[in-house]
Every structure is written in structure tokens, then in C-alpha cells.
């Protein structure tokens, strides 16, 4: 990927959490965008989202967000000077989710080799 392009891709997600944060300040509360990936055309791009609560918030959230997605798509392009404003389709990221669970079975593993090593016993001086 091009210096180019990871530039517009930050560039998009900064615009993004921006504009919510601004306009939708309470609804966007439970939002967190987490990265964009703009097309090299420019002209398609995914936004990656994390939704803090239970999966009927995240569902309610994302019909929202795809609700109010052409008004963030305007923004963006009227603050980011490109040759095209991308067509952009949000995603729910549950890599946050999945990081915590590999850490709880990691955790677990750890504790059961503890469990299964005897004490090493005391070296006489």
C-alpha cells in the first residue's frame, strides 16, 4: 500500500469520527472507528467499526450508521479534496472481541501448566 494511501486512509477515519463525534455526539457514543480502507481507485472503501453493548445494539447502531451514510459520505467529501469521493460500507470489527478471548484461553492455559508443574525443591546452599 502507498504512502498515499494510508494518509487517505487515516485522513478518512479521522473525518469519519470527527463528523459523529460532532453531529451525533450521543448516539455515536457506543462507536468506535477503528480504521478505513479506501480502494486505489479511490472510489470504494470499508470502514471498519467496534460497538460497545450487546449484539441488538450493534445491530440498531449499524442500521444507523448505514441510515445516515450518505450524509458522512458528503462530509467527508467536502473536507477531504480527492479526485472522487468514495461509495464507503461500514463493517463490524469484533476483532477487539476476539482479542479478549484469546487472551481469557491463553490466561487459562497458563494457569493450567502452573497447575500440572511440582514446585521446584529448595537448592541447599
Request: proline share 6%; with cysteine.
Amino acid at each position: 500500500m502507498s504512502n498515499r494511501l494510508v494518509r487517505i486512509n487515516e485522513l478518512v477515519q479521522r473525518e469519519i469520527s470527527a463528523y459523529l463525534r460532532k453531529h451525533y455526539q450521543s448516539e455515536a457514543a457506543c462507536l468506535t472507528i477503528l480504521g478505513a480502507r479506501i480502494s486505489s481507485d479511490l472510489k470504494t472503501g470499508k470502514v471498519f467499526v467496534s460497538i460497545i453493548g450487546s449484539d441488538e445494539v450493534a445491530v440498531a447502531r449499524m442500521k444507523w450508521l448505514r441510515k445516515i451514510a450518505p450524509e458522512i459520505r458528503h462530509a467527508v467529501g467536502s473536507n477531504i479534496v480527492m479526485k472522487w469521493t468514495p461509495l464507503l460500507e461500514y463493517i463490524i470489527d469484533d476483532t477487539p472481541v476476539r482479542a479478549a478471548r484469546i487472551l481469557t484461553l491463553l490466561d487459562e492455559i497458563e494457569a493450567k501448566e502452573k497447575a500440572k508443574t511440582p514446585p521446584a525443591p529448595p537448592q541447599a546452599e
